[in-house]
C-alpha cells in the first residue's frame, strides 16, 4: 500500500495551516475527483455547480464526479492514496482504518467548529479520533427500529417484548431481529441496560484502550432479556425487509428497506421505535446503533488547494446540501436544522430513527475484531441451559475482548482467509505466510465450488479487508489464495 504518498501528503497539512482562506490566495480552477455513491452523482455534479456560482472567493472547481459506494471508498482510499478522490463519501465503521492510512486531511478550527455547531452529536463523534475532526458528517440515517404487520399486531402492543413474542408466536409468523449473526443489532440489548463498549484512539487512529461493560450484572441483565426471543421458535435472525414475504409479523432494520417493506405490507405496515423488555420487574427500552455517512478530504501537497477543498465539503454538506439530498434521495440528514423541518419529521421511517434516537448509541470508532466476537452472544445465549451458562457466554466474551491488546506483532499484521470456505461461514480465520516476493499465500488449498466468497484481513479484523467486495470463485477448484498487500489484490492459485 502507498503509504509514502500518506506521509509526503501529511506534511503539506502544516503548510495548509498557513493558507489563509481569502479570495486572493483560493481563487483559481482546480481539477479535482469527487466519489459519491451512485444515485448521488447528478446531484452532486449540480451541487458543485451551484457552488462554482455562488462562492465570493472566487473558486472554480473542474470536478469528475464518480460513482463509487461508501463501503468501497476505504478500501481504495488506503490501497492507493494518490490515485483516491479529492472529496469521497464513506461509511463510518471504515473511519478508523482511513485516519490509519492517512487518507484523511483533519479539519481546521473552523471547520472543525461549524461541524460540531450545525450536527448532532452521534455523528460528531463519528468524526473524530483523538481530539482531532478529520471529516465531515453527511447523513444521520445508518440506524435500525421496528416494522411490523399491522394486520398481525396490535398497536397497543408494540412497545412489548413480551407481547410481540407472544403475538408471533400465536399468528405462528416470524420475529425477525438478527441476534446470531450481528453484533450491530445484538448491542440492542446491552444498551438496554446501561452497559458500554467504548473504544478509544490515538490521533493516528491505532486503539490503546476499551471500557466495556457487557460483562457485568447490567450484561446478565441484558441477555436474560435477550433469552426470551433467541429461544423462541418464531425468532428469526435477519434484518431483511424481504422476510415480510416468508412469514414475518415483525422485522428490525432501516429506512434502507422502507420500500421494500412498503412494498409487501402496504396499508398495513406500521413503522415504530424498538420495545421494552422487562426483567425482575424493571422494564428496559431497548438500545440501538446509529452510524452516518461521512465525507472527507484527501491530504494535498497543493496547500492552496486543500484549502479549496474544504470550503466545497463543507458547502456539500451544509444544510442546503442535506436538504437537497433528503427531498431527492431521501437521505437522512446530519443537520440539526434540516432534523427539525416537517417534512423529515412526516417521513415514516426517519420519524421511527428519530424517536430511536434517545435510546440509541453513537456509532464511534470500534476495533474491528469485536464484531466477530460479539456477535457470537447469540448463539451462546441460545445454547445457555441456566444462568450460569449465561454467565459463561459473558465470560468468554469478555477474555476474547481483553486479549486483542495482547496479539503478537505476526498476529496483529498477518493476514488471514476467511469466508465460506472449508465448511466455514466466516467464522473461521485460515493462516497465510508471507513469501519472498511479498505476496502472501494461504497456507492450506481449498476445494471451493463456483460462487464461494472470502475476504482477507489483517490481525483478526475487520478494520483492514480485501477485495472491496467479496470475493468470488469463477470456477470450482483447489485453490491457494494469494493476496499482494503493496496492490490490494487478491486471486488464485491452482493447487
Known amino acids: 500500500m502507498k ?30 475527483t469527487l466519489w459519491v455513491a451512485e444515485k448521488a452523482v447528478d446531484l452532486t455534479k449540480q451541487q458543485i455547480a451551484d457552488f462554482n456560482a455562488s462562492n465570493e472567493l ?39 482504518r482511513l485516519v490509519q492510512a492517512g487518507a ?22 463519528a468524526a473524530i479520533s483523538g481530539d482531532t475532526v478529520y471529516a465531515y458528517p453527511l447523513t444521520a440515517d445508518n440506524g435500525y427500529f421496528m416494522y411490523y404487520d399491522k394486520s398481525v399486531i396490535p398497536e397497543e402492543d408494540v412497545d412489548s417484548l413480551e407481547k410481540l413474542i407472544a403475538d408471533c408466536e400465536a399468528a405462528q409468523k416470524y420475529f425477525a431481529f438478527e441476534m446470531q449473526s450481528s453484533a450491530w443489532y445484538l448491542a440492542s440489548f446491552f444498551f438496554a441496560t446501561g452497559c458500554v463498549s467504548e473504544w478509544e484512539t490515538d490521533d493516528d487512529g491505532n486503539f490503546i484502550s476499551v471500557h466495556d461493560t457487557f460483562n457485568s450484572p447490567e450484561g446478565l441483565i441484558a441477555v436474560k432479556g435477550m433469552e426470551k426471543l433467541v429461544k423462541s421458535d418464531f425468532h428469526l435472525s ?63 501537497v497543493d496547500a492552496y488547494k486543500l484549502a479549496a477543498l474544504h470550503q466545497l465539503a463543507r458547502y456539500l454538506t451544509g444544510e442546503k446540501c442535506q436538504q437537497e439530498r433528503f427531498e431527492a434521495l431521501s437521505w437522512g440528514p446530519s443537520n ?22 434517545p435510546y440509541s448509541v453513537p ?8 464484531w466477530d466476537i460479539a456477535k457470537v452472544i447469540g448463539d451462546d ?30 498476529v496483529k499484521f498477518g493476514w488471514t482467509v476467511i469466508g465460506a470456505v472449508n465448511g466455514t461461514m466466516w467464522d473461521n480465520d485460515f493462516a497465510m505466510t508471507k513469501g519472498d516476493d511479498g505476496v502472501w499465500k494461504s497456507n492450506d488449498a481449498f476445494e471451493m465450488e463456483a460462487g ?44
Open 3 to 32: 503509504k509514502v504518498l500518506a506521509l509526503i501528503l501529511t506534511l503539506a497539512l502544516v503548510v495548509s495551516s498557513c493558507v489563509v482562506a481569502s479570495a486572493e490566495s483560493l481563487a483559481g480552477t482546480y481539477d479535482i
Open 381 to 410: 445465549v441460545k445454547n445457555a441451559e441456566d444462568e450460569a451458562g449465561l454467565q459463561q457466554a459473558l465470560d468468554n466474551y469478555y477474555d476474547k475482548i481483553a486479549s486483542l491488546f495482547t496479539l503478537s506483532d505476526d
Open 336 to 357: 440539526l436544522t434540516v432534523q427539525a423541518s416537517d417534512a423529515v419529521q412526516a417521513n415514516p421511517g426517519l420519524a421511527a430513527l428519530i424517536a430511536q434516537s
Open 238 to 300: 435477519s434484518s431483511s425487509g424481504s422476510e415480510f414475504s416468508s412469514n414475518a409479523a415483525i422485522v428490525v432494520t432501516g429506512t434502507w428497506d422502507y420500500e421494500t417493506v412498503k412494498g409487501i405490507l402496504g396499508d398495513n405496515m406500521g413503522v415504530t421505535d424498538l420495545p421494552s423488555f422487562e426483567v425482575d420487574g424493571k422494564e428496559y427500552h431497548l438500545g440501538s446503533f446509529n452510524g452516518c455517512k461521512l465525507l472527507g478530504v484527501k491530504p494535498q
Open 58 to 96: 472566487g473558486i472554480v472547481f473542474n470536478a469528475t464526479v464518480e460513482p463509487v459506494s461508501e463501503a468501497d471508498a476505504a478500501t481504495q482510499m488506503i490501497t492507493d492514496v494518490e490515485a483516491g478522490g479529492d472529496i469521497f463519501c464513506f461509511a463510518q465503521d471504515q473511519f478508523a
Open 363 to 370: 456509532q464511534c470508532q470500534i476495533h474491528g475484531s469485536w
Open 104 to 125: 484523511l486531511a483533519p479539519l481546521g478550527e473552523g471547520a472543525a467548529a461549524f461541524v460540531k455547531e450545525n450536527n448532532d452529536a452521534g455523528t460528531v463523534a
Open 452 to 495: 464461494t466468497e472470502f475476504k482477507v484481513r489483517q490481525g483478526l479484523s475487520w478494520d483492514n479487508n480485501f477485495p472491496a467486495e467479496n470475493f468470488k470463485v469463477e470456477e470450482a477448484g483447489t485453490y491457494y489464495v494469494l493476496f499482494n498487500e503493496a496492490t490490494g489484490e487478491v486471486s488464485l492459485s491452482a493447487e
